[in-house]
Nanobody, 115 residues
Framework: QVQLVESGGGLVQPGGSLRLSCAASGIIFSIYTMGWYRQAPGKERELVARIRGGGITDYRPSVKGRFTISRDNAKSTVYLQMNSLTPEDTAVYYC?????????WGQGTQVTVSS
């Protein structure tokens, strides 16, 4: 059974930082592309960042230079370090694992940026 368990969300003031973690089980973690997506109220889910098995990363333009995605294959965990957060980053953040026709999602973790 595949499980993706996110943690690290919460309430933070503008300009603050959070680090999200996603622990995976039930998959050969090292071969999967791991991604972080987010969905704000009334908006579609969007890709934030992803990291391929070989370590190549992609970011949406609005988070480049502020967010960093990384992975620890030994721990089957992917991270999203988020700095300089703004209210526009408020959303539910979802972890995703993708490989060929396999596509798995976590349950999501809320990130709220507000003063």
């Amino acid at each position: 059974q595949v499980q993706l368990v996110e943690s690290g969300g919460g309430l933070v003031q503008p300009g603050g930082s959070l680090r999200l973690s996603c622990a995976a089980s039930g998959i050969i973690f090292s071969i999967y592309t791991m991604g972080w997506y987010r969905q704000a109220p009334g908006k579609e889910r969007e890709l934030v960042a992803r990291i391929r098995g070989g370590g190549i990363t992609d970011y949406r333009p609005s988070v480049k230079g502020r967010f960093t995605i990384s992975r620890d294959n030994a721990k089957s965990t992917v991270y999203l370090q988020m700095n300089s957060l703004t209210p526009e980053d408020t959303a539910v953040y979802y972890c995703n694992a993708a490989w060929v026709n396999n596509d798995y999602w976590g349950q999501g973790t809320q990130v709220t940026v507000s003063s």
